[in-house]
């Protein structure tokens, strides 16, 4: 029976999505095309953002079984048709023997489209996507269902696959609080609501040695805007918030680092984009905590509470 077996290889499962650009997506390659390459990175970028590890070391461990890496194929063929024109639509499709894992890029997929997107500037306002399916169910929903999935793998993984020498530790950081996920949505009112990322795991995020998601604000909108939010992330604007919440002799050029920085290179902690679901227009924002360069560190320590006034004020702004 084992060699009658032996001889039929697993089906494969297919999964396609089409992809339609809410917002202009800009790719900076030789055929202005987004990729399978591109596609996964995305997505390997905010599983990081998303889920915390107890160590990079274990997130590469885990990472590395989802994605691959130079030793290990991934268990998933990417594949992108009709990118010839990115801001109408496109299709992305899934491609794997494994239908857990499968699962797995699916749902990711559903979350870079509700905090993240594809090409430049991403992070503030470009590159924003829609998935096409009708999911019938509104955008709080289906990121409860998405998060709740992936860490019901992640556990799995721990517990029967990933191989540790240190058996006592916990690797993976789990959503203690899943199951409350309406505990951890605050109304804010003016159709806004917050997400305190802290609350669901039951574990502050400083406690993780890599960025991740602190919070999410999600305000329902009639339109996309990105020229609004053009306006509001331009650097004046900025000065005109430090000036209403700095203490004397508190230097703007100083605290603009906050939000990122090209020498040294440090990425803004502040991620502005669109999403869609059900017909409903979404402004998303997601605040992960600040990692800053060391030389930046240095320069503002002791005035943590000048840095979060200051960030806090610029979301409330992006939000009215």
Same mark, same amino acid.
């Given at each position: 029976? @084992?060699?009658?077996?032996? +001889?039929?290889?697993? +089906?494969?499962?297919?999964?396609?999505?089409?992809?339609?650009?809410?917002?202009?997506?800009?790719?900076?390659?030789?055929?202005?095309?987004?990729?399978?390459?591109?596609?996964?990175?995305?997505?390997?970028?905010?599983?990081?953002?998303?889920?915390?590890?107890?160590?990079?070391?274990? &997130?590469?461990?885990?990472?590395?079984?989802?994605?691959?890496?130079?030793?290990?194929?991934?268990?998933?063929?990417?594949? =992108?048709?009709?990118?010839?024109?990115?801001?109408?639509?496109?299709?992305?499709? *899934?491609?794997?023997?494994?239908?857990?894992?499968?699962?797995?890029?699916?749902?990711?997929?559903?979350?870079?489209?509700? =905090?993240?997107?594809?090409?430049?500037?991403?992070?503030?306002?470009?590159?924003?996507?829609?998935?096409?399916?009708?999911?019938?169910?509104?955008?709080?929903?289906?990121?409860?269902? @998405? &998060?709740?999935?992936?860490?019901?793998?992640?556990?799995?993984?721990?517990?029967?696959?990933?191989?540790?020498?240190?058996?006592?530790?916990?690797?993976?950081?789990? *959503?203690?609080?899943?199951?409350?996920?309406?505990?951890?949505?605050?109304?804010?009112?003016?159709?806004?609501?917050?997400?305190?990322?802290?609350?669901?795991?039951?574990?502050?995020?400083?406690?993780?040695?890599?960025?991740?998601?602190?919070?999410?604000?999600?305000?329902?909108?009639?339109?996309?805007?990105?020229?609004?939010?053009?306006?509001?992330?331009?650097?004046?604007? +900025?000065?005109?918030?430090?000036?209403?919440?700095?203490? +004397?002799?508190?230097?703007?050029?100083?605290?603009?680092?906050?939000?990122?920085?090209?020498?040294?290179?440090?990425?803004?902690?502040?991620?502005?984009?669109?999403?869609?679901?059900?017909?409903?227009?979404?402004? =998303?924002?997601?605040?992960?905590?600040?990692?800053?360069?060391?030389?930046?560190?240095?320069? &503002?320590?002791?005035?943590?509470?000048?840095?979060? &006034?200051?960030?806090?004020?610029?979301?409330?702004?992006?939000?009215?």
């Amino acid at each position: 029976m @084992s060699q009658a077996l032996s +001889k039929h290889k697993p +089906k494969y499962i297919e999964k396609e999505y089409n992809i339609e650009g809410i917002t202009e997506i800009k790719i900076n390659n030789a055929n202005k095309n987004i990729n399978s390459f591109s596609i996964r990175g995305v997505m390997r970028y905010y599983f990081r953002r998303i889920f915390r590890f107890n160590s990079i070391k274990y &997130l590469s461990k885990f990472e590395s079984h989802i994605f691959g890496n130079t030793e290990k194929k991934s268990p998933v063929k990417i594949i =992108v048709e009709n990118n010839d024109n990115l801001n109408k639509s496109f299709i992305i499709k *899934f491609i794997s023997y494994d239908n857990q894992v499968i699962n797995v890029y699916e749902n990711l997929l559903i979350l870079v489209s509700i =905090v993240g997107g594809f090409g430049n500037r991403s992070r503030r306002g470009k590159g924003a996507f829609k998935i096409t399916q009708d999911f019938n169910i509104d955008l709080k929903t289906q990121l409860h269902q @998405s &998060l709740r999935y992936i860490d019901d793998y992640l556990n799995c993984l721990e517990k029967n696959v990933l191989e540790f020498k240190n058996k006592k530790e916990k690797k993976y950081i789990n *959503f203690d609080n899943i199951e409350n996920f309406k505990e951890a949505v605050k109304e804010k009112g003016n159709n806004i609501n917050t997400i305190n990322f802290d609350d669901l795991y039951k574990t502050s995020s400083k406690k993780v040695k890599y960025p991740t998601i602190r919070k999410l604000h999600i305000k329902k909108i009639t339109e996309f805007s990105e020229i609004e939010i053009n306006e509001l992330i331009k650097k004046n604007n +900025k000065k005109r918030i430090f000036n209403n919440v700095k203490s +004397k002799n508190e230097n703007f050029e100083d605290y603009i680092h906050v939000f990122g920085t090209i020498k040294p290179r440090f990425a803004s902690p502040i991620i502005i984009t669109f999403s869609e679901f059900n017909n409903q227009k979404y402004l =998303v924002i997601t605040e992960l905590d600040i990692f800053l360069p060391d030389d930046i560190e240095n320069k &503002l320590k002791g005035h943590e509470k000048t840095i979060t &006034l200051f960030k806090d004020r610029f979301v409330e702004e992006v939000l009215r």
